[in-house]
């Protein structure tokens, strides 16, 4: 009986490898059969030094996001079109609100800042303004 289980847990942990090595697998060849498609996006929202091998590199989760840019106020960066900020740029700070595109943390010592999901996104990525300080309320 007990190695009858423990077969049954081998084939299972199996078959989940095979899944995620098939998911990356399709990830990776969406992404580089639609080069020029995604070279196109890059021009046509003006995201500044990324290149296509950021591009992949966040779709492939070997990096959460590229920083692209800044203003005065803020960093802008490139991640997934999809992606779940609030534990990469934030960790340490507690989520706040939510205001459309507008997500505000708070540090330990009640100071806000904002992470904003800008109109600037395809199915590859899509472009996030993160502000460098705090925001008056």
């Given at each position: 009986?007990?190695k009858?289980i423990?077969k049954?847990?081998?084939?299972?942990?199996a078959?989940?490898?095979i899944?995620?090595?098939?998911?990356?697998?399709?990830i990776?060849a969406?992404v580089?059969r639609n080069k020029?498609?995604?070279?196109?996006?890059?021009?046509?929202?003006?995201t500044g030094t990324?290149?296509?091998d950021?591009v992949?590199a966040v779709n492939?989760?070997?990096?959460?996001y590229v920083?692209?840019?800044e203003t005065e106020?803020?960093?802008?960066v490139?991640s997934?079109?999809y992606?779940?900020?609030?534990i990469?740029?934030?960790s340490?700070?507690?989520?706040?609100?939510r205001f459309?595109?507008?997500?505000?943390?708070?540090?330990?010592n009640n100071?806000?800042?904002?992470?904003?999901?800008?109109d600037?996104?395809?199915p590859?990525f899509?472009?996030?303004?993160v502000s460098?300080?705090?925001?008056?309320?």
């Amino acid at each position: 009986m007990k190695k009858k289980i423990i077969k049954t847990v081998k084939v299972v942990l199996a078959v989940f490898l095979i899944v995620a090595c098939l998911g990356e697998v399709g990830i990776y060849a969406r992404v580089m059969r639609n080069k020029d498609i995604i070279n196109e996006y890059l021009d046509e929202y003006n995201t500044g030094t990324a290149t296509f091998d950021d591009v992949k590199a966040v779709n492939l989760h070997l990096k959460d996001y590229v920083k692209i840019g800044e203003t005065e106020t803020s960093d802008l960066v490139l991640s997934r079109s999809y992606w779940f900020f609030g534990i990469t740029l934030m960790s340490g700070y507690k989520k706040s609100k939510r205001f459309g595109n507008i997500f505000t943390y708070r540090d330990k010592n009640n100071n806000s800042y904002s992470v904003t999901a800008t109109d600037e996104w395809c199915p590859f990525f899509r472009v996030y303004s993160v502000s460098k300080g705090i925001i008056k309320n």
